[in-house]
C-alpha cells in the first residue's frame, strides 16, 4: 500500500513542472548501497517545488523542464533511509547527473544529507561553453555585463578608436570579438527571446541588464546547437530570476567618493561640488555612483501561485577620467617664450582631468502565474535609459570645447509573455512572445549638457578654430565653437513569436523542434554634417522579417552523448536592389528581394573515455543576417553626394564553417583541465566596393568578404571548500582580407585594387590569457583571537588579464611596412572585489570594495606606427615640433591608454 502511494505522489509531481524561461534537466539512478540493485519505484523530487519521478526497472529517473537554478533533491523509498543532495546545480540545457545509494532504514524517518557535490566532468559537454550563476555574477569584480564577457578568454573588446570601427563608439555600440571574429558575432538573449539592434547587428553598449535580476548566464563560444541562429561566433544565454517562496529583497549603494553616499538624489556629474573623500583623485572626478536593488516573493492571497520580482538601478558617472601632462601654458608670459613656445593657448588642463559623461537606469519586473501543476504563465517587462558623450582619440578636436560634443540617448523597453505547458512526464511544449523596442537619439544642445534644449538641424554651426591665430600660432588644431557632425534618430521594434516542443522519446533519446518568427521596424533619420550645403541625409523605414526553424536530437548513454541538429533560416529585407550593380547606369534593373533561404546542419559528440575523462568534437555550420543598416542605407540611390555609398538588400547570409575538438579529463576529485583546438572559415561575409562609372562612381555592399581564425584554448578548473579557481588560456590566430564591412568603403577598394588575399587583422590576439580566483571565509573561520574570528563571513575575488598587443602597421621614414607586421605592447589588468558579511536581525550588511586595474598599469590601445608606443609619435613629428608645425600640447594624448585604476566602495542591506 505505501509503496502504491509513493508511486501516485510521484507521478503527481511529474505532472506538475513549471518553466522559468529556459530549462534543464536532472537525471540518475537509485540503487541499494550495499547490493548495488536498482530500487525500482523510489520517489525523487525537488525539495520545494513540485517537480519530481519515480524510477524505472533499472533504478533510472529523469525529470525534464527543470528552471535553471540550485536545488535541493530528495530521494525517498520505503524502508530505506531518506537522502537529501544539497547545492545541486541545474544548467540551461545540459543533464545534471544525481545518483544515490540507499541503505536500510535502522531508525524510521532517519535521512542522510549529503552536501558534497561530486566536481566531474560534464560528460553531455560536448564543446565550450562557461556557466556563471547569480552569486558568482555579483562577486566578481566586474563594473558591467561588458566587463564579464570579456574576462573570458578568446573574447576582445575593442576600445580604441583607430583600430575600432569608426563611429561605433560614439553611436554607443559595442565592438566585441570572439574567436577570431568580426564584431557583432554575438547573439544575446533574455529567456530565449533575442536583444540583439537588427539595425547595427550588435547590442547597444549599455543594453544591459542589472545584475540583480539574472540567476545565470550561460556562454556558448563552441559549436552550438541547431535552436540557437543569428550568430557566427557565440550565443550569450541570460536567464531571469522568479520570485521565491518568501518576500526577499536588496538595496545596493556603490560609489567611488564615499560623501555622496549623502548625496545620492543628486545625480549629476559635478565633483567639484562635494566633499572630497575618495582615495585617488581620478576616482574623486569620475564620481561613480550607482543604486541598484531588488524585491521578489509571492503576491498576497495567492497562495504563493503567482509570485513577483522588481528590480532596478541608477548610475550616474564621467565617461573617462585622463591624466594629462603637468606642464600648460602660462597666461603672464608671452606666447613665443622659452616656457611656452611648443604649447597651445588652450593647454590649461594639468594632470586628471574628467570628460564626457553617463547616466542610465533601468527597470525590470517579472511576474509568474502557476496556473495549475501543469501549465506556467509569465509576464516580463524592462525598461532602460542611458544617455552619455564619449570621449576618445577620435574627438581630440574638442578637448577643450566639449559644449560642442554630441550627446547621445539611447532608450529601449522589452515585454515577454511566456506559456509553459507539460502534457506528461515526456513532453512539454512553450510559446514565446516578445517585443523589444530600441531608439537611439544623438543632437548636440544649446548649453552643452544634457538637461539643455537639443538644437534643430538648420541651428548646427561648422566646428571653428581660434580666430586670435596672431597669438596662437597653433590656432588650427582645436576647435573652439560648432558643433559635432550627427543629428539622428533611429529606432527599432522587433516583435518576435517562438514555439518549442521537446520531448523525452526513451530515457536515452531526446527530441527537440521548434519554430521562430521575427518582425522588425526599421526606421532612420539622420543628417551628418548639417551645417554643410549638401549634407548626408539617410531617411528610411522597412519592415525585414526573419523565419527559422529547427530540430535537434540528443541521444544520450553511459559511454556517449550525441547533439544532432538541422536549422533552417529564411530572410526578407522586403526592400528592392540593383540586380547587377556593375551594369552601366541605363541599364540597372531594380528587383524585389525575395526570401532567402538557408540551411545549418549541426553535430557534436562526448565520448566517455575514463568515469572522469572525455572527448568531444564538434562541426556546424552558421549563417548571420547581414546588418541591415548596410542593407538599406541610401535606398533611393543617390549618386550625386560626395562618395555615394549604397546599400544591397539583396546581401545573403554571411556563412561559417566551424570544426572544435576537446580533451576534458578530472586530473584529480577537485580539478578539471580541458585543452580545445577550433578552427572557423568564413565566406560570404559583407564588404563594400567602389564601382567607377560615368557620371557618377559609387560604393555598393556585397558579399565578398572572407576570413579564417584558429585556435586552442586551455582551461583548468578548480573547486576547493572555501576557493575557487579558474585558469583560461587562448592561442589564436585571426586573418582576413578585410576587418569590417566598410573597410572597402574607406580605402575606396575597386575590384581591381580589393585585397586578394587574407592577412593579420588588427583584432588579432596571439595570447588571451585570465585567471579567476575565489575564496571564501564562513562562520567562524580564518584566524581567530579570543573567540573572535575578524575575517569570518567575508569573499575575496581576484581576476588577472593578459592579452598581446594589437597588431600594426610599422612606419619607417614615412615608408609603411608590412600591413600588421608588428605588434603593441601587452594589455595587463588586475582586478579584486572584497566583501564582508554581517547578521543584524532578520538584515544582511554587506561592505565591499571593488578596484578594477589595482596596480594602474597604464595599458596602450592606441600606439603611434613609429614608435609602436603610446606617449611618443617617433622622430618625424618630433621634427616637425621643433619646426612649429605642431604644439606639444597637440600629442598629449591619454585617450591612448585604457582606463586607469577605479576604486569603488559598496553598501548592501539585504533580507
Not at 171 to 179: A, D, P, S
Amino acid at each position: 500500500m505505501k509503496r502504491l502511494v509513493f508511486v501516485i505522489t510521484a507521478l503527481v509531481f511529474t505532472l506538475s513542472s513549471i518553466f522559468a524561461g529556459t530549462t534543464g534537466k536532472i537525471a540518475g539512478r537509485v540503487v541499494d548501497a550495499r547490493t548495488k540493485e536498482p530500487l525500482v519505484g523510489a520517489n525523487v523530487y525537488l525539495k520545494g517545488t513540485n517537480f519530481g519521478a519515480s524510477t524505472d526497472q533499472d533504478g533510472e529517473f529523469y525529470i525534464i523542464n527543470v528552471p535553471v537554478g540550485t536545488y535541493t533533491i530528495i530521494a525517498v523509498y520505503v524502508g530505506y533511509r531518506t537522502i537529501e543532495h544539497q547545492g545541486v546545480r541545474v544548467i540551461l540545457d545540459q543533464t545534471t547527473v544525481v545518483n544515490f545509494e540507499m541503505s536500510e532504514e535502522i531508525v524510521e524517518g532517519e535521512t542522510i544529507v549529503v552536501t558534497a557535490t561530486p566536481f566531474k566532468v560534464q560528460k553531455d559537454e560536448t564543446s565550450k561553453k562557461i556557466t556563471i550563476q547569480a552569486d558568482e555574477i555579483q562577486s566578481m569584480p566586474v563594473q558591467d555585463f561588458s566587463d564579464l564577457v570579456v574576462a573570458q578568454a578568446g573574447v576582445i573588446q575593442i576600445e580604441s578608436s583607430v583600430q575600432g570601427i569608426a563611429g561605433f563608439e560614439d553611436r554607443g555600440i559595442e565592438e566585441i570579438h570572439v574567436r577570431g571574429g568580426r564584431s557583432g558575432e554575438i547573439g544575446y538573449t533574455i529567456d530565449g527571446t533575442y536583444i540583439v539592434n537588427p539595425f547595427y547587428g550588435a547590442k547597444y553598449s549599455w543594453t544591459e541588464l542589472n545584475d540583480f535580476a539574472v540567476e545565470q548566464v550561460d556562454m556558448k563560444t563552441g559549436v552550438f546547437d541547431a535552436e540557437y541562429g543569428g550568430a557566427l561566433s557565440s550565443m550569450i544565454n541570460i536567464i531571469t530570476r522568479d520570485g521565491g517562496e518568501k518576500l526577499e529583497g536588496n538595496l545596493r549603494f556603490y560609489t567611488s567618493n564615499p560623501a555622496n553616499l549623502a548625496n545620492l538624489h543628486e545625480f549629476t556629474v559635478d565633483p567639484e561640488s562635494r566633499l572630497r573623500l575618495a582615495p585617488l583623485k581620478q576616482d574623486y572626478l569620475r564620481d561613480y555612483r550607482e543604486i541598484s536593488g531588488g524585491l521578489g516573493g509571492p503576491v498576497p492571497g495567492t497562495n504563493k501561485k503567482v509570485r513577483f520580482i522588481v528590480t532596478g538601478s541608477r548610475l550616474a558617472t564621467a565617461y573617462r577620467v585622463y591624466e594629462f601632462d603637468y606642464v600648460t601654458f602660462d597666461k603672464t608670459q608671452d606666447q613665443f617664450s622659452e616656457h611656452n613656445r611648443y604649447l597651445n593657448k588652450l593647454d590649461t588642463i594639468a594632470g586628471w582631468h574628467q570628460m564626457g559623461f553617463r547616466y542610465s537606469w533601468d527597470l525590470y519586473g517579472k511576474l509568474s502565474w502557476r496556473i495549475s501543476n501543469a501549465m506556467k504563465l509569465t509576464f516580463s517587462n524592462w525598461n532602460l535609459k542611458t544617455t552619455f558623450r564619449t570621449a576618445n582619440l577620435s574627438n581630440y578636436s574638442y578637448q577643450y570645447y566639449e559644449a560642442g560634443r554630441n550627446i547621445n540617448t539611447q532608450t529601449s523597453d522589452r515585454q515577454a509573455l511566456t506559456f509553459n505547458h507539460q502534457l506528461s512526464r515526456k513532453t512539454f511544449y512553450d510559446v514565446r512572445l516578445s517585443r523589444f523596442y530600441q531608439k537611439m537619439f544623438i543632437g548636440v544642445t544649446d548649453n552643452g549638457n544634457y538637461d539643455g534644449r537639443y538644437l534643430r538641424p538648420d541651428e548646427y554651426e561648422r566646428p571653428g578654430f581660434d580666430e586670435d591665430w596672431q597669438n596662437n600660432p597653433y590656432w588650427y588644431e582645436y576647435y573652439i565653437k560648432g558643433h559635432d557632425r550627427y543629428y539622428h534618430t533611429n529606432y527599432a521594434e522587433t516583435y518576435e513569436a517562438i514555439i518549442n516542443v521537446l520531448s523525452q522519446v526513451t530515457k536515452h533519446h531526446q527530441l527537440k523542434a521548434g519554430v521562430d518568427y521575427r518582425r522588425h521596424t526599421i526606421f532612420i533619420d539622420e543628417i551628418q554634417l548639417p551645417w554643410l550645403l549638401t549634407p548626408y541625409v539617410e531617411k528610411y523605414k522597412r519592415h525585414p522579417e526573419e523565419l527559422a526553424f529547427y530540430v535537434q536530437d540528443l541521444l544520450e548513454y553511459e559511454y556517449m552523448t550525441i547533439h544532432l541538429g538541422m536549422r533552417v533560416d529564411l530572410l526578407n529585407a522586403h526592400s528592392k536592389y540593383w540586380k547587377n550593380p556593375y551594369a552601366p547606369a541605363d541599364e540597372r534593373e531594380l528587383v524585389d528581394s525575395g526570401w532567402e533561404v538557408s540551411y545549418s546542419p549541426r553535430i557534436s559528440f562526448s565520448h566517455v573515455i575514463t568515469e572522469n575523462a572525455t572527448f568531444t568534437f564538434g562541426y556546424g555550420q552558421f549563417t548571420q543576417t547581414p546588418t541591415y543598416r548596410n542593407k538599406y542605407i541610401n535606398p533611393n540611390r543617390d549618386l550625386k553626394t560626395y562618395s555615394p555609398l549604397v546599400g544591397n538588400a539583396g546581401l545573403s547570409m554571411e556563412k561559417m564553417t566551424a570544426y572544435e575538438f576537446g580533451l576534458n579529463v578530472g586530473v584529480t576529485d577537485n580539478l578539471i583541465a580541458q585543452v580545445i583546438g577550433w578552427s572557423k572559415e568564413y565566406s560570404g561575409l559583407t564588404s563594400t566596393e567602389r564601382v567607377p562609372q560615368f557620371p557618377y562612381s559609387y560604393t555598393i555592399f556585397l558579399n565578398t568578404d572572407y576570413a579564417t581564425a584558429r585556435g586552442m584554448d586551455v582551461v583548468i578548473r578548480r573547486r576547493g571548500s572555501n576557493s575557487n579557481f579558474v585558469l583560461q588560456y587562448t592561442l589564436s590566430r585571426a586573418t582576413a582580407n578585410r576587418k569590417d564591412p566598410w573597410e572597402g568603403y574607406r580605402e575606396t577598394d575597386t575590384p581591381r585594387t580589393m585585397p586578394k588575399r587574407e592577412i593579420l587583422m588588427s583584432y588579432d590576439r596571439t595570447h588571451d590569457f585570465s585567471i579567476l580566483y575565489s575564496y571564501r571565509l564562513h562562520d567562524k573561520q580564518g584566524p581567530g583571537l579570543f573567540g573572535v574570528y575578524p575575517l569570518q563571513k567575508t569573499s575575496f575575488d581576484l581576476m588577472f588579464l593578459a592579452m598581446s598587443g594589437a597588431p600594426y602597421t610599422p612606419v619607417i621614414g614615412n615608408v609603411a611596412g608590412e600591413t600588421n607586421s608588428e605588434r603593441g605592447p601587452w594589455n595587463l589588468t588586475t582586478n579584486f572585489n572584497f566583501r564582508r558579511f554581517f547578521n543584524v536581525g532578520d538584515f544582511r550588511l554587506i561592505f565591499g570594495i571593488r578596484v578594477q586595474n589595482l596596480f594602474d598599469w597604464k595599458n596602450p590601445i592606441d600606439i603611434y606606427p613609429e614608435t609602436g608606443k603610446a606617449d611618443d609619435p617617433g622622430p618625424r613629428i618630433n621634427e616637425l615640433i621643433e619646426m612649429g608645425w605642431f604644439s606639444r600640447t597637440l600629442w598629449d594624448q591619454p585617450y591612448r591608454y585604457g582606463r586607469r585604476r577605479q576604486i569603488d566602495f559598496s553598501l548592501e542591506i539585504a533580507f
